[in-house]
Every structure is written in structure tokens, then in C-alpha cells.
């Protein structure tokens, strides 16, 4: 399984960026599909996930911010990241959970300056 993530980049603060996470399968045989980041000299931790059955959870940091959303049929899932912080700087990965199995997409870094 092959996670190609695409979308970082440098916005200030107060902007927005959209994250997408393309999968190598069909994304119907993903059972939950996530983003974590990773910040400089930090664990990387959960920003938000949505399982098969479209249920979401987010980190409480970016709650009313940040939206994931999965489009089976594409085998896409994505992050729109609104009201952006300096805090959110940080490489942000896609990870699929797929027949017991954990996978990783490379990473892209997000920067929101001050």
C-alpha cells in the first residue's frame, strides 16, 4: 500500500491549506484512514481520522478547524486545515489501517508563519 501525500506548504497565519492523501488501493478496503504530525523534536501524534463508516475524530488542538473527509471512490482523503496557527507547523503524514496493517505516506511539511 502506497500513501502519496501532497499539499504543504508556507501560509501565514489565520490562512488555509487543503492536505491530500492519494492510496495505491481501493480505498474501500482501508478501514480507518488518518493524518498525524510531526513537529521538530516532538512524537507524532493524531490530528484526525475518519474510519470506513465515515466516523471522524479529531485532536482537541484542531477541533472547528480542521475538516478530514474521504472520498472512497477516488481513494483520496483529505485535510482542509482553516485558521491556521504557528503551533500547526509540522510534518503531517497519512497513515491507513488496512487489514490489520499500518501504513505511512512520506510526509509534507506544513509552515505557518507568524
Known amino acids: 500500500v502506497q500513501l502519496q501525500a501532497s499539499g504543504g506548504g508556507l501560509v501565514q497565519a489565520g490562512g488555509s491549506l487543503i492536505l491530500s492523501c492519494a492510496a495505491s488501493?481501493?480505498?474501500?478496503?482501508?478501514?480507518?484512514i488518518a493524518w498525524y504530525r510531526q513537529a521538530p523534536g516532538k512524537q507524532r501524534d493524531l490530528v484526525a481520522a475518519v474510519s470506513g463508516g465515515g466516523l471522524t475524530n479529531y485532536a482537541d488542538s484542531v477541533k472547528g478547524r480542521f475538516i478530514i473527509s474521504r472520498e472512497n471512490a477516488k481513494n483520496v482523503v483529505s485535510l482542509q486545515m482553516n485558521s491556521l496557527k504557528p503551533e500547526d507547523t509540522a510534518v503531517y503524514y497519512c497513515?491507513?489501517?488496512?487489514?490489520?496493517?499500518?501504513?505511512w505516506g512520506q510526509g509534507t511539511q506544513v509552515t505557518v508563519s507568524s
Open positions: 488501493v481501493s480505498m474501500f478496503t482501508i478501514n480507518t
Open positions: 497513515s491507513a489501517l488496512r487489514f490489520g496493517e499500518r501504513y
